[in-house]
């Protein structure tokens, strides 16, 4: 059974670094896409970004400049680091794996982030 | 990047129910649709992939068709852990998008 658990800081201030990372059990780290979306309070989903095993990102062009995403294929986790963060990067952010051809499959947990001085 | 407008944005229904949901893309996104349903506190699970496919463990109640740029999500018969929201995901092209969701309450 695939898990996704995910962890990090969940209360920032203004321009600090939201950093974020995401363990993978019971499945191959490669083959997949590795993916977050972030979900601010009350609203939809929006797609943050996703990378591959070998380090191959593709990422929403309006958070290009903030967001750098990365992998650990030696512990099957990813991470997520988006800086200069402000009240509106507030919101529930998850982890989620994409097969090729498929849209997103398995999710973690969620975590809430707050950014507030 | 492609747009999904879905429609309702908002539903009241009965236990028993039949419902569309309806998810409109900008541009075409061939068969390359998924629809999620999301429970308060919780992750969204996916439901049906490639357009019309139902995931492993969904029930049949659930049911998705169309193709190109209109995609419906069919509920044959509402229970009661089904009144959450609903969203749309087109993975055609980057940016990955989300239509807005649709909230079915009960009525």
């Known amino acids: 059974q695939v898990q996704l658990q995910q962890w990090g800081a969940g209360l920032l201030k203004p321009s600090e670094t939201l950093s974020l990372t995401c363990a993978v059990y019971g499945e191959s780290f490669s083959g997949y896409y590795w993916s977050w979306i972030r979900q601010p309070p009350g609203k939809g989903l929006e797609w943050i970004g996703e990378i591959n095993h070998s380090g191959i990102a593709n990422l929403k062009s309006s958070l290009k400049s903030r967001v750098t995403l990365s992998v650990d294929t030696s512990k099957n986790q990813f991470s997520l680091k988006l800086n200069s963060v402000t009240a509106a990067d507030t919101g529930v952010y998850y982890c989620a794996r994409r097969e090729g051809g498929r849209p997103l499959d398995y999710w973690g947990q969620g975590t809430l982030v707050t950014v507030s001085s | 990047d492609i747009q999904m407008t879905q429609s309702p944005s908002s539903l009241s229904a009965s236990v028993g129910d039949r419902v569309t949901i309806t998810c409109r893309a900008s541009?075409?996104?061939?068969?390359?649709l998924g629809w999620y349903r999301q429970k308060p506190g919780k992750a969204p699970k996916r439901l049906i992939y490639?357009?019309?496919t139902l995931q492993s463990g969904v029930p049949s109640r659930f049911s998705g068709s169309g193709s190109g740029t209109e995609f419906t999500l069919t509920i044959s018969s509402l229970q009661p852990e089904d009144f959450a929201t609903y969203y749309c995901l087109q993975h055609n092209s980057y940016p990955v998008t989300f239509g807005q969701g649709t909230k079915l309450e009960i009525e």
């Open positions: 490639a357009a019309s």
């Open positions: 541009q075409g996104i061939r068969n390359d």
